[in-house]
């Protein structure tokens, strides 16, 4: 970590700086900001939030793709639109949690059927992300710097 931008401390992505690299979680050293990371993706500086963010969800997604293979997910061809179903019948299954009131969860009894279900959707996303190398974690924060820039309901009734 170093740099300050802003009044905020910044963290390089890159292969700099000694900081954390946004896919692996490993320090390095040699390059500077905006160089390859993990020979991949440019990656900035980025305040240090976003960073511990990047880190975190990136680790999770791993330990969450390692499992799946464990499981038998990863098997044969993981195709996107078997993903995407798989995704979208985790969010019907938060829906008609909300539509029954939203009872306590079975399988996880401290939580809610919607919070279980919403879960099992970030689950499902995190394992595919990290099984193609998909930048997702990078890419909810590009998401969210863009929206920043919207109207109000993205100019649209709902």
């Known amino acids: 970590m170093k740099n300050i931008k802003g009044g ?9 700086c000694t900081s954390i690299c946004a896919h692996n979680g490993e320090h390095h050293e040699t390059y500077n900001c905006t160089t390859q ?8 500086c980025v305040p240090v939030e976003d960073a511990e963010f990047l880190k975190g ?13 464990i499981a038998g997910w990863w098997s044969g061809e993981r195709r996107f639109s ?7 019948a985790e969010l ?29 959707a970030i ?3 995190m394992d595919y992300s990290a099984g193609k190398k998909l930048r997702i974690a990078e890419a ?3 998401k969210i710097e863009y929206n920043k820039s919207r109207p109000y309901k993205h100019g649209k009734e709902f």
Do not use: W
């Open 57 to 69: 969800f990136n680790a999770t997604s791993s330990k969450v793709y390692q499992n799946a293979v």
């Open 123 to 125: 689950i499902r996303i």
């Open 82 to 88: 078997e993903t995407i179903a798989l995704v979208h």
């Open 8 to 16: 905020r401390q910044m963290a390089c992505l890159s292969t700099t």
């Open 140 to 142: 909810i924060l590009a």
């Open 92 to 120: 019907s299954e938060a829906l008609e949690a909300a539509r029954m009131g939203d009872p306590k969860s079975e399988k996880i009894p401290e939580f809610s059927e919607i919070e279980e279900e919403l879960a099992d």
């Open 37 to 44: 990371v993990c020979g991949r993706v440019k990656a900035p």
